[in-house]
């Protein structure tokens, strides 16, 4: 259970006076799921109980219903599967180290692999399944959503979307009031106006740095919200986002501030809080993350130059 | 945007009177992305500014950069999509009617399919990407993350849970008192440890229909939090999960009914609304969905039965 939070130092705002403080950060990791040595899926996930999350998934799809369709489940640990790509990862691996029978008490059994020698050690799970199952078809019964372009480590994630991003926006100089930015959560929830009368949708707005609202979409998946932003500004010839800011309605995961920074938007402002690999990749690739933005206060968690008073 | 929403007609607790009234829920809908002919993405969303998504996740992955790099966006119109597998979909398939080169203006420019004639007419968009656009490479760049085994409308969606599970609920004779029910979110959140560090988690957990909590686990993923507890249901020998009550910190979507009918759990509790999708599998499989359950009140969506005062 040691990696479910990190903590992390954060520039915060209450009621007009900024301090510095330590802050707990949910931690987000990539964990792939191998069936039978293919790789079956990929989520992002904190990281805890993932012989249950694997095995749970397996029964959402229909896949197990039991222990006894379960032969094996275990951490994989590759020699370099930071290198790996998804292509090879659709190969069988050869596999070393951690290995677990389904135990009799039902809790995880969780032994140390071999040679925990890489970060990604255990974000893999590998599960063989009992002879006579029927391996999942994902290519016949299931379709398959895409997330971010990630590996199965918190890194390859963040260097995927560096070297791809075709507009860093670590040198974008834009500035904005704290007070403008304090305004953003309001503003985005006056103009939502399927939210009033449902309570089920996610929101996403892209401001102009004086608090003007440019474009808003709402959507029962927050990433979702976010790509028909991004769509609208592809198609009205406004990409790259250079300048401005986009606000959510909940938390910051890794995945919206992926988007921002392939849109080319310098500052991300969330109303709940950021995870991990949020705050990670908003480090590395330059961006201003500012989370639970409400009110009275808000935190930032990355590059605070942006945030005058 | 006629079909952000839909009205609904609930059982609603408020202060112990029940009483019967509309509501309005948000619309969660399949939209199957293609890329030249080839599924590139399927995503629950909310129908409306479809293009902008298609075009926006586009960006997102890096693919397109701006209006140049697309030649035509538009909806499909299979015969007999809702027939089809996802297999057939990773083919090329011929196409016609709705047809839509990028407008000079910006906007989605929606022509309606020649044959409108399903209702998936609109749930599949076409992208065509310009002469000199490298196509995405799903295989070698992008890792895939699978959603729940759905096809490309609401109705293939529900009837692939209700074919697959193992143990349908629709018979399941458990009954809960509705004061039970309504203490279950602060039973959940006072076992929320991460949660009260970070206000990033979203958490899951699994009652007693007496109000004992016998599993809860937190993520960042909703979906995730929700495969933990059959994974730990799993191992611990106790599918199906008969008798039993699902309780989640936020949103109910399809996904989450859907994981609950697999699992074999007849009733699942939200804090908060409920999409479009997630009661029409409630209703068709048979579970007891409640949403908006919160202090002194609730409102029962599908087969109140199991509700009793």
Known sequence: MGRLTRRYRVRRL??????????????????????GGRAYAVTMRTPGHDFDLASGFLVSEGVVGGTQDIATI??????SPCARTAATSLQAVATGGARASLPEDGRDHILPPA????????????????AGVAPPRPDIERSVYTTSSCGVCGKTALDAVNTTTRWPVAH????????TLLALPDLLRAEQRVFSRTGGLHAAGVFAPDG??????????RHNAVDKILGWALQTGRLPLRGHVLQVSGRASFELVQKAVMAGIPMLSAVSAPSSLAVDLAVESGLTLAGFVRGN????????HRVVA
């Open 74 to 79: 275990r951490y994989c640990t590759d020699d």
């Open 115 to 130: 040679q925990p020698s890489t970060e990604t050690a255990y974000n893999i799970v590998e599960v063989t399944l009992a």
């Open 212 to 221: 003007r609202l440019l474009c808003l979409r709402e959507d029962v998946g």
């Open 14 to 35: 209450r009621d007009g006076d900024w301090s510095e403080r330590p802050d707990t950060l949910v931690v987000e990791e990539p964990l792939e799921i191998r069936v």
């Open 172 to 179: 974008d100089a834009t500035q904005v009031r704290s007070s």
């Open 297 to 304: 206060g808000m935190n930032v968690y990355t590059h605070p």
